[in-house]
């Protein structure tokens, strides 16, 4: 069952971390077709609370000062597919980040704009690889 989730949310990952490369953005049509799938996974494997979570979380950072739509969205929708296993993405996420943050401090450039998609990408295989090996 876990499988089903893992690669559906690998693809969604891919097709985001592509556009948001190439264009800067990451298509609503996606997200909406994103979160199609996850709840329609968390309904046929009984897991319906995971839909509740996604869309608190969705809702919070519609009104956070945060920028960054379909990032914002995309993260929102995680929840639908890593469940118990997300807090491990928000926190490879939050230390990718940092690095860049710190990267951008030291060449003391300033950050106009990121594609986080390909991190969330890169966050969400460290934390698949961990998982797998029982970290």
Same mark, same amino acid.
């Given at each position: 069952?876990?499988?089903?989730? $893992? %690669?559906?949310?690998? %693809? ?6 592509? $556009? ?17 799938? &996850? ?5 046929l494997?009984?897991?319906?609370q995971?839909? %509740?979570?996604?869309?608190? +979380?969705? @809702? ?7 920028? &960054?739509? &379909? ?29 860049? @943050?710190?990267?951008?401090? @030291? ?16 966050a969400?295989?460290?934390? $698949?690889l +961990? ?5």
């Amino acid at each position: 069952m876990e499988n089903i989730f $893992t %690669i559906s949310f690998f %693809i969604i990952l891919i097709i985001s971390s592509y $556009t948001d490369i190439k264009q800067r953005i990451i298509s609503n049509k996606l997200m909406i077709i994103s979160f199609a799938i &996850g709840v329609t996974l968390n309904i046929l494997y009984g897991k319906p609370q995971y839909i %509740i979570y996604s869309l608190v +979380l969705y @809702i919070v950072f519609l009104f956070s000062p945060i920028k &960054g739509g &379909g990032d914002v969205k995309l993260l929102a929708i995680a929840i639908l597919f890593l469940h118990k296993n997300i807090a491990g993405l928000y926190f490879f996420l939050s230390i990718i980040s940092l690095f860049i @943050i710190l990267y951008h401090k @030291i060449l003391k450039r300033k950050i106009e704009s990121i594609p986080l998609a390909p991190f969330i990408l890169i966050a969400f295989i460290i934390n $698949t690889l +961990l998982h797998s090996l029982k970290f």
